[in-house]
């Protein structure tokens, strides 16, 4: 692996990417909010990678880049921090032990999802557009209609009937149904179909029996998605052995492995800040550091792709449904899934802002329980109507502001992206600022404002690369052996460290959780109705 040729241009950015758009998904959190960097780091990856035919996709690696970043956003992760702060040694190893298995999963995902379009040719990726847009259609009826039929609340989520263990078994099934609709229009399964059918069906097999089967429980009463996630892993990994992506396979395991490190280091971090005893919102650190870690974890990955990855089409004849369709899922339909909730944040903050404005509530979510369709929501109806008429008239004649170049298409996609989350996530936490918040989005300005230069210079900086045909069996193999290396050491090690920090005394910032033991605090049931959900 010749780490040399590594541009460190696109490292940084990289890094400074994911660091800003998790600082963000940490505001907005689960699965959208996760798909924020994602994209983000797609896109600098491409832009900064010297490869020309990279730069024609860019809007493609950036929408699979937040697709496979947003599925760890359905893990939780929080009482597993909680366990790293524990005054109960055992709890802390499994604490730390859980931080890399989450960071692996999350980050496993996402390097997947971002390396896929890097190893397709044209026409198996465009195989993959129509059953990702019915996997979209079915999770938005899947929405509508569980919130008009139970109208559940969050708080009491346990008390619906498709409460299994605080997972998204629904939203699998769904994805598993639509695509084998797909399936029976086209005559048949195929790449992209297969794609949804061998993670859909792996999350239920991973799930079923982790959880169902062997009992094993990470954060309990939490939810156990991450036994799904571990059967997505498992699927990818089967999807790229039956169509020979060894390239994908690889990324997957090697941005995996760099992630666990990511993220539990992440939390070490975070109890040697607070044994300082100063006083600020180490938490927003630690999730930027996190995210800076993650993305060097995939950038470095990515530069050992960079030549080894087959040359794709500079000029492939894309359908132009296809091409507005990515867009506009990624600068409209993630940004709106987002942004909402800023909105909903001002109604319950600002004390002059009524939550209906001339008979229509403020942001309606398109849900049923919230008033349908609210002002935010036509204000996003008339962003994406535009959007989508000025890219179809720029396909009959091109429109002036729209840079002729690749790159330059790459570099406002990144820039109006980078920008548009910066500031409606500036806009959520402005009602409610303090001077701790300058932690979180004062970082994420300034940070913001290093991508900017980085991603206008850096295409000129980089040397121009080139594509080829490698097999990365081996070097997949090697990575999951000194991944499982990795774990075992940095789990011991941050487990010393932070006894050595702390003794056998509970670490401040997290409430006391003790797994295991005669004191544990575990909880064992089901919540009970009635009482919100833990």
């Known amino acids: 692996m010749d780490m040399a040729v590594i541009p460190w241009e696109m490292v940084l950015l ?30 600098a990856i491409v832009l900064l990678s010297g490869r020309e ?25 929080m009482m597993v921090v909680g366990y790293s702060h524990s005054s109960h040694s055992p709890t802390v190893l499994y604490g730390f032990a859980n931080l890399f298995a989450i960071g692996f999963l999350w980050a496993a995902l996402g390097g997947a999802g971002t390396a896929l379009p890097a190893f397709l040719t044209h026409t198996q990726l465009s195989l993959f557009f129509t059953p990702i847009a019915a996997v979209f259609i079915g999770w938005s009826l899947q929405a509508v209609i569980i919130d008009h039929v139970l109208a559940p609340r969050r708080m009491q989520r346990h008390e619906s009937p498709l409460y299994w263990y605080d997972t998204d078994w629904v939203s699998a099934l769904v994805a598993i149904v639509a695509a084998l609709i797909v399936a029976l229009f086209r005559g048949g399964l195929d790449m992209g179909t297969n794609l949804v059918l061998y993670t859909g069906i792996c999350w239920f097999g991973g799930f079923l029996l982790l959880v169902n089967v062997c009992r094993l429980r990470m954060t309990p009463p939490r939810g156990d998605n991450w036994a799904g996630c571990v059967g997505m892993v498992i699927g990818i990994l089967g999807y790229c052995s039956r169509y020979e992506l060894s390239g994908v396979a690889f990324a997957t395991v090697m941005t995996g492995f760099a992630g666990g490190v990511a993220f539990s280091f992440g939390q070490l971090l975070k109890l040697i800040y607070i044994r300082t005893g100063l006083q600020t919102n180490w938490h927003s650190v630690m999730e ?11 950038a470095v990955t990515f530069g050992l792709l960079l030549n080894r990855a087959p040359t794709l089409e500079v000029d492939p004849n894309f359908p132009q449904w296809m091409e507005i369709f990515t867009a506009f899922c990624v600068l409209i339909a993630l940004t709106y899934l987002n942004y909402r909730k800023a909105a909903g944040t001002w109604v319950g903050s600002v004390e002059g802002l ?29 962003i994406g109507i535009a959007c989508v008429w000025l890219l179809s008239v720029h ?61 206008v210079l850096g ?49 401040p910032g997290a409430s006391l959780h003790i797994r295991f033991g005669q004191d544990s605090n575990a909880p064992k049931e089901k919540p009970k109705a009635g009482t919100p959900h833990p």
Not at 357 to 378: K, M
Not at 403 to 432: C, D, H, M
């Open 288 to 298: 930027q550091t996190q995210g800076f870690l993650f993305g060097l974890g995939i």
């Open 354 to 382: 009524p939550e209906r404005l001339f008979g229509l509530p403020v942001v309606g979510w398109f849900r049923h329980s919230r008033g349908w369709i609210g002002w935010f929501e036509i204000f996003y109806i008339g």
């Open 395 to 455: 396909f009959q004649e091109p429109l002036a502001f729209i840079p002729t170049s690749w790159v330059g298409k790459g570099q406002l996609l990144y820039l109006v992206f980078l920008w548009w989350i910066i500031i409606f996530n500036f806009e959520r936490a402005l009602v409610g600022f303090t001077p701790h918040r300058l932690v979180t989005e004062g970082v994420i300005v300034l940070n913001g404002i290093i991508c900017t230069v980085l991603i």
């Open 459 to 507: 295409p000129q900086m980089v040397p121009k690369q080139t594509g080829g045909l490698f097999s990365f069996s081996a070097w997949t193999l090697k990575a999951l052996i000194w991944g499982i290396v990795a774990l075992v050491g940095t789990t011991v090690i941050f487990w010393v460290i932070k006894h050595a920090l702390y003794g056998q005394s509970h670490a």
């Open 14 to 43: 990289c890094g400074l990417s994911l660091c800003v758009g998790w600082g963000i998904r940490g505001n907005f959190g689960h699965e959208y909010g996760a798909a924020l960097p994602g994209a983000l780091a797609a896109m």
């Open 53 to 77: 035919d990279w730069w024609r996709h860019v809007h493609y690696f950036a929408l699979f880049g937040a697709l496979g970043w947003s599925f760890g956003g359905s893990m939780s992760y």
